[in-house]
C-alpha cells in the first residue's frame, strides 16, 4: 500500500492541480547581448532553469478542449538592424547535466510562430505541453537561421507561456 501511495503522489504534479500561468521572454531564454548564429545548425540561444521545489510545464490551458488552449509562444528573432532573421526554433527540455529530456516544440518555421503574440485566435497556440520540467531541469531555445547571422536580444521578442506547480 505503501508503494501505491508513494506512485500516487509522484503523480500529482501538474494533475488535478491548478498551476499558475509564467510567460518566459527573449530575457529568460536568450543569453547575452548578441548571438552569433550558424547557419543549418541547431544554435542554442540559452537556457532558463527550473528553481528548486518547482515543476514547470511549457504551455498553458487545456490541448483538448478548444475554448481553453490560452497559452501562446512567440518568437521574433532579429539582427541588429533591426532586421528579422528567418529559420526554425526549437525548444527542448535539458536535464541539469545539459542532457536532453524531449521537445516541446520541433523545427517549427519563425514565420509560423511571429504572427501574433496577444490573439490565441491568430498567434501559435501553445496549450499545455505533456513533458514537465523537474528542479534544476532548464527550458533551452535553439535557433536554426536560413543564413549566418548574429542576433540582437535587444531586439528580439520572445514569449512562452508555462505552468508552474509548486
Known amino acids: 500500500m505503501e508503494i501505491v501511495r508513494k506512485l500516487q503522489e509522484g503523480l500529482k504534479v501538474g494533475v488535478g492541480k491548478k498551476g499558475a500561468l509564467k510567460t518566459l521572454t527573449e530575457a529568460d531564454l536568450i543569453d547575452g547581448a548578441t548571438v552569433v548564429c550558424t547557419e543549418e545548425e541547431w544554435n542554442l540561444l540559452g537556457v532558463y532553469t527550473i528553481t528548486p521545489q518547482v515543476?514547470?510545464?511549457?504551455?498553458?490551458?487545456?490541448?483538448?478542449?478548444?475554448?481553453?488552449?490560452?497559452?501562446?509562444?512567440?518568437?521574433?528573432?532579429?539582427?541588429?538592424?533591426p532586421a528579422e532573421v528567418p529559420g526554425a526554433v526549437r525548444v527542448e527540455i535539458l536535464d541539469a547535466e545539459n542532457k536532453h529530456r524531449g521537445y516541446i516544440i520541433h523545427n517549427v518555421r519563425t514565420d509560423k510562430v511571429n504572427v501574433d503574440k496577444t490573439d490565441v485566435s491568430t498567434g501559435f497556440k501553445f496549450p499545455l505541453q505533456g513533458i514537465a520540467a523537474r528542479p534544476y531541469?532548464?527550458?533551452?531555445?535553439?535557433?536554426m537561421p536560413d543564413a549566418t547571422a548574429t542576433l540582437t536580444t535587444a531586439n528580439c521578442d520572445v514569449k512562452m507561456d508555462c505552468t508552474l506547480y509548486g
Open 55 to 81: 515543476t514547470v510545464n511549457c504551455g498553458f490551458g487545456r490541448a483538448g478542449i478548444v475554448n481553453e488552449q490560452m497559452g501562446m509562444f512567440y518568437a521574433k528573432l532579429q539582427d541588429a538592424t
Open 137 to 143: 531541469d532548464k527550458i533551452a531555445l535553439f535557433f
